[in-house]
């Protein structure tokens, strides 16, 4: 095989590999769209509800990273401003049982 049908060859074959996994992307694409989305919601909210105590739970709050000790007043549902950590849980103010972050 010469030169530029080789060429030819692999820009095609690359092209159809993207065809193919276009629809994995696009599923990646509505899952970061559905989380974000519930991060947006819970944010708005201010608040995070209980399930064992039925307390609402404040989210702005003065917030020191267990990462990088940065401490700083955001959501708890936001990333760390100077690391990107994102906690996975907070602690019921109420009752101490943890509660999950979306």
């Known amino acids: 095989m010469s030169d530029p049908t ?4 692999s820009i095609f074959s690359t092209l159809v590999l993207y065809v193919l996994a276009s629809p994995i992307f696009a599923l990646k694409a509505i899952g970061s769209f559905v989380r974000s989305y519930r ?3 819970l944010v708005r909210a201010g ?3 209980c399930s064992a105590c ?7 709050v003065l917030v020191t990273c267990p990462r990088c000790s940065f401490a ?7 990333p760390c401003s100077e690391c ?8 019921c103010t109420g009752c101490g049982a943890s509660v999950r972050l979306p």
């Open 6 to 9: 080789k060429k030819v060859s």
């Open 39 to 41: 991060t947006a919601t």
């Open 47 to 49: 608040f995070l509800r």
């Open 54 to 60: 039925g307390r609402g739970n404040r989210l702005d």
């Open 72 to 78: 700083e007043f955001r959501s708890l549902a936001l």
């Open 84 to 91: 990107g950590y994102v906690p996975g849980f907070l602690s």
